[in-house]
């Protein structure tokens, strides 16, 4: 039986009270599941506020059987009217979609997708245009169908910026090829240690809002049915009028 794996590790802009991207989860109406990745203009709490309306606008179109592209379509002319064309967004949609029985990624943002599929790498990076502006936008969708050995690594473009200020750059191809090759399952495992390297380059001070989202569907002997899901985030502490 194939199985998924779905990890997701992201944290804020250094010294910025709130991270501008949003990732959510939906389980399809017709199976499987698809996440959303949206990464508003600029950081901080306007950043957030506009990449919570994108994601909550694909998500809920999503829900309703919606496809992925209609969906990032109607997200981009929502956006639009909500913001007079003036603010932008970068939307990545991953779906497994069990009704086609394929992987599908959909674009809108300059940041690439990375994929492996047995021993074969692929970098889906054609140019696509962030949604929020202009007219006509549209994104530029892939599938596949799904398979054992499959790992895909997606992220926002403050991994993309990570490490820029001392000309170096988060080997986020080697990184994919390296886990895909000894292990390609563990996916929060890959998912940590991309991050963990654009904040090493960044010296534990993150340039920009970064999300890493990974992906793995692999064979496995069925043992059960039991689906799963675990969270982990940090609560800041409250900070009283003491100038704590």
Request: hydrophobic share 40%.
């Amino acid at each position: 039986m194939l199985v998924v794996q779905a990890a997701v590790a992201k944290v804020k802009k250094y010294a910025v009270s709130e991270s501008g991207d949003t990732v959510e989860m939906i389980e399809r109406p017709g199976g499987g599941l698809s996440f959303v990745l949206a990464d508003g203009q600029r950081s901080g709490r306007s950043a957030k506020i506009v990449s919570n309306i994108v994601a909550r606008k694909v998500i809920s179109l999503l829900a309703e059987g919606v496809r992925d592209g209609a969906s990032a379509r109607a997200a981009h002319d929502y956006l639009r009217v909500q913001r007079g064309g003036k603010v932008s967004a970068d939307l990545l949609i991953l779906s497994v979609d069990l009704q086609t029985h394929t992987l599908v990624v959909s674009r809108n943002t300059r940041c690439p997708v990375a994929l492996m599929i047995g021993d074969t790498f692929t970098l889906f990076d054609d140019p696509s245009t962030p949604i929020g502006m202009g007219t006509g936008v549209r994104p530029i969708i892939r599938e596949w169908p799904l398979q054992d050995r499959m790992t895909v690594l997606a992220f926002s473009d403050g991994l993309l910026d990570a490490g820029r200020r001392k000309g170096q750059r988060v080997p986020y191809e080697d990184l994919l090829r390296t886990f895909h090759a000894e292990d390609g399952r563990n996916a929060h495992r890959l998912a940590e240690t991309v991050l963990q390297t654009a904040l090493a380059l960044d010296a534990g001070r993150p340039v920009d809002d970064t999300t890493v989202l990974v992906l793995t569907v692999y064979e496995q002997p069925v043992v059960d049915d039991i689906r799963r899901l675990q969270v982990q985030f940090p609560i800041p502490p409250v900070l009283h009028s003491l100038g704590i």
